[in-house]
């Protein structure tokens, strides 16, 4: 029989403590950038966001995010077979952050692995998931998960700290005999790794105390991407998906796009055809969530209750690397 990973649950979390434009902008006026913040609010639509306590992990801003899905699908921590975690902002370099969240979830009967794709994270774990319910009849149930702790990896006096909101968000994945999950295309371009990234604390440059002194442990944002709405961005990857799955985009009961700025996904929604009410955005009341934006978009989707059995979504995401992937799932 024909195995099709499908979402049957999904759950999210933020943290407790909201962090407003206010606040920064009080915090660098004193640094003599009374403007900054207002320009960047200006420019992406972002209002507010939410950071975990000082002495979490990302695996602890992930933890009740998989608890709430697991519950919604009438699942307990030990049915997991399967973890999979995408995040850019990892507890450790090594040991991966999955096993992290795995004996703090109590899944013990689960493995594990990590994809760190950034942004291109949810929909990569999403597909890697399927392939694995596809031809794998011993793996009944995965926890896909998006999690996001930038803030604690940047310069607090960094203006672009503005961008980054912690945030987690899980789905519960099993195999269905009904259409689940579509397909998935990928593109990379590699020319971009040194634009936005951590470039101290691998193995290219360890993190020396120089290294440290000289802020090269924090995320830096050295260069600009190609922008999202081009034919480089988001329009190809959506162009692919579709004609390799056999869909348009009047098919499309929603498209989730990478959530950094409102007007980007405006403007690629408009530029597709898809109707803005179709493009949901979160970066408002969030923040740049990262490698969580998506399935926590998704989640809002759910949860609201615009998104029914049936209702095809597509996902976009793109993020250091430069990474991009996009995938398409039918909600059952």
């Known amino acids: 029989m024909t195995r099709i990973a499908n979402i049957i649950a999904t759950g999210q979390y933020l943290p407790e403590r909201k962090v407003t434009n206010d606040e920064l902008t009080e915090h660098f ?42 519950e919604r699908a009438g699942r307990r921590p030990e049915d997991v077979d399967l973890i999979i975690l995408g995040t850019d902002s990892p507890d450790y370099v090594t040991p991966s952050t999955s ?31 399927a ?18 702790m930038m803030h604690k990896l940047a310069d607090p006096n960094d203006p672009t700290i503005f961008f980054y909101g912690d945030g987690a968000a899980a789905a519960v994945v ?60 988001w329009p190809r990857l959506f162009a692919r ?8 985009v009047d098919d499309v009961a929603s498209g989730i796009f990478t959530q950094i700025r409102k007007a980007t996904v405006e403007t690629v ?31 809002r989707e759910i949860q609201s209750g615009r998104l029914r059995s049936g209702d095809l979504v597509v996902m976009i995401g793109s993020g250091v690397g430069y990474n991009q992937a996009a995938c398409a799932i039918r909600i059952t």
């Open 269 to 299: 929604a408009d530029r597709l055809g898809l109707p803005r009410s179709k493009a949901p955005t979160i970066m408002e009341t969030c923040g740049y969530t990262g490698s969580a934006c998506i399935p926590m978009a998704l989640d």
């Open 29 to 70: 006026t004193k640094l003599g950038l009374p403007e900054v913040i207002g320009k960047f609010e200006k420019a992406t639509g972002i209002r507010q966001r939410w950071w975990a306590p000082d002495d979490w992990g990302t695996s602890d801003v992930a933890l009740p995010a998989c608890q709430q899905a697991l």
């Open 241 to 248: 998906l579709a004609e390799q799955c056999g869909f348009t």
């Open 99 to 129: 096993a992290v969240l795995q004996y703090k979830l109590g899944a013990k009967n689960a493995g594990t692995f990590d994809v760190a794709c950034a942004c291109a994270s949810f929909p990569t774990a999403l597909a890697n998931a």
């Open 131 to 148: 392939g694995i319910i596809a031809t794998n009849p011993a793996i009944k149930t995965i926890l896909v998960v998006g999690a996001y």
């Open 174 to 233: 099993e195999a269905g005999d009904v259409p689940g999950f579509v397909g998935a295309t990928y593109h990379a371009d590699g020319s971009y790794a040194d634009a936005w990234g951590i470039y101290a604390g691998g193995t290219k440059e360890p993190a020396t105390e120089e290294a440290v002194r000289a802020g090269r442990t924090y995320v830096k944002i050295t260069r600009r991407y190609p922008p999202e709405i081009n034919d480089e961005g």
